[in-house]
């Protein structure tokens, strides 16, 4: 994979990269108080989100690790 370091992603960008689909981040989006996404996101004005490819990526890594 390319280096992902300082990357930010649209949802649609993030979903060619990462194994989710659109409608599979946008749900991860809406609860990202609950999940803990929220540090890999930034909104820009009201509508504008993006993903920190390089948090995301971390964020993925590590779920899953507490449940075994």
Request: aromatic content about 10%; hydrophobic content about 35%.
């Amino acid at each position: 994979m390319q280096n992902l370091e300082n990357t930010w992603l649209t949802v649609k960008q993030a979903a060619e990269i990462f194994p989710f689909s659109e409608s599979s981040l946008r749900w991860i989006i809406f609860h990202k108080k609950h999940n803990g996404c929220s540090k890999c996101l930034r909104r820009i004005g009201s509508r504008k989100l993006l993903i920190n490819a390089k948090q995301f990526e971390d964020w993925i890594d590590q779920q899953g690790v507490d449940n075994e």
